[in-house]
Nanobody
Framework: QVQLVESGGGLVQPGGSLTLSCVTSGFTFRTYAMSWFRQTPGKEREFVAGVGSPTLGGLTNYAGGVKGRFTSSRDNVKNTIYLQMNSLKPEDTARYFC???????????WGQGTQVTVSS
């Protein structure tokens, strides 16, 4: 059974930092590209950051609004991805989801999300 479990969300003041984690199981982690998305009520889920499969180079990419502030990484031994978020802004407030995507079969899986609220 595939599982993706996010954690690390919470309430933080503007300018603060948080680190999100997504622990996975049930699939061959190192062959999947892993990404972070976020969503606010009434809006579509949007891409935040991604880390490619190490079998394909493990490249990272970021949405323009978070580049330079967020860092995504993966631990292929712990089957976990991370999102280090610095210099947080109120507009970063959202529910954050991790996603696994397997390019070989075109399958993907989502976690249940973790809430991040940036407010003073």
């Amino acid at each position: 059974q595939v599982q993706l479990v996010e954690s690390g969300g919470g309430l933080v003041q503007p300018g603060g930092s948080l680190t999100l984690s997504c622990v996975t199981s049930g699939f061959t982690f190192r062959t999947y590209a892993m990404s972070w998305f976020r969503q606010t009520p009434g809006k579509e889920r949007e891409f935040v950051a991604g880390v490619g499969s190490p079998t394909l180079g493990g490249l990272t990419n970021y949405a323009g609004g978070v580049k330079g502030r967020f860092t995504s990484s993966r631990d292929n031994v712990k089957n976990t991805i991370y999102l280090q978020m610095n210099s947080l802004k109120p507009e970063d407030t959202a529910r954050y989801f991790c996603r696994a995507y397997g390019s070989e079969r075109g399958d993907f899986y989502w976690g249940q999300g973790t809430q991040v609220t940036v407010s003073s």
